[in-house]
C-alpha cells in the first residue's frame, strides 16, 4: 500500500502482527480467577494486620480509608466502599499476576514478593499526589513496603495452590486406565506386576 505524497511515499506492510509479551501465554479463564481470589484474599490480610503495623510503624495510614475517601468522599459507607475497592484491586492484581507467574525467571517463591514489591516502587510515586503528608516519611515507606511484601508472600503461595504448574501435569496413558479408574485387566496382563 502506497500512500499518497509524491516522491516521498511509504509503503506499509498489508499485513499487521500483535504485539504479545515474550513468553506469552494463551489466556486462561479459570486460572485468571484462581489468580483473582488468590489476590482478594491477600489483600484482606493487608486489611486485617493493618491495625497491627500501624502501631509498628508508628504511621496511621490506612489504604481502605484512602480509597474510601477519593471515591465517596463524605458519603455513608466511605469505609466499606474503600474496602471494598482495595479487595478488587488485589483480585486484579492477582488475575495478572497468575497469567504472568509462570514466566517469571525467579524460583516460584520469590514470584509473588518481588511481585509485590515491583508494584509498590511503580506506585509509590503516587503517594505525592493522593497521600502528600506521607510522601517524605521514611516510616510511611517502610511500612508500604511490609504491606506489598506480605501481600506477595500471601498472593505468590496461595496462587502457587490455586493453580497447578503448567508444565507439571503429567499426560494420562491409556492403557494403564480403564472407565473404572482402576486400570485396564489387559494391560496388566500384558506389562506383568510392577
Known amino acids: 500500500m502506497t500512500l499518497v505524497g509524491g516522491p516521498h511515499s511509504q509503503r506499509y506492510p498489508r499485513e499487521t502482527r500483535s504485539l504479545q509479551f515474550p513468553h506469552s501465554m494463551p489466556f486462561d479463564r479459570t486460572r485468571s ?12 490480610v493487608w486489611l486485617a494486620q493493618q491495625p497491627l503495623d500501624k502501631r509498628a510503624f508508628d504511621v496511621d495510614y490506612d489504604d481502605a480509608e484512602l480509597l474510601g475517601r477519593l471515591v465517596a468522599r463524605g458519603r455513608p459507607g466511605e469505609a466499606a466502599i474503600g474496602a471494598f ?17 509462570p514466566s517469571l525467571p525467579v524460583p516460584p517463591a520469590l514470584r509473588g514478593p518481588l511481585a509485590g514489591l515491583a508494584e509498590h516502587l511503580a506506585t509509590w510515586p ?5 497521600a502528600p503528608r506521607l510522601w517524605g516519611s521514611g516510616r510511611a515507606f517502610a511500612q508500604a513496603t511490609w504491606r506489598h511484601v506480605l501481600f506477595g508472600v500471601v498472593l505468590g503461595e496461595l496462587e502457587r495452590r490455586f493453580n497447578p504448574p503448567l508444565d507439571g501435569i503429567e499426560p494420562v496413558d491409556e492403557a494403564s486406565v480403564a472407565s473404572n479408574g482402576h486400570g485396564s485387566a489387559a494391560h496388566l496382563v500384558a506389562t506383568g506386576p510392577h
Open 85 to 101: 475497592l482495595h479487595l478488587q484491586n488485589g483480585a486484579a492484581f492477582g488475575a495478572l499476576y497468575a497469567g504472568l507467574a
Open 126 to 130: 503516587a503517594t505525592a499526589i493522593v
Open 33 to 44: 480467577l484462581r489468580g483473582a481470589l488468590a489476590g482478594s484474599l491477600a489483600a484482606a
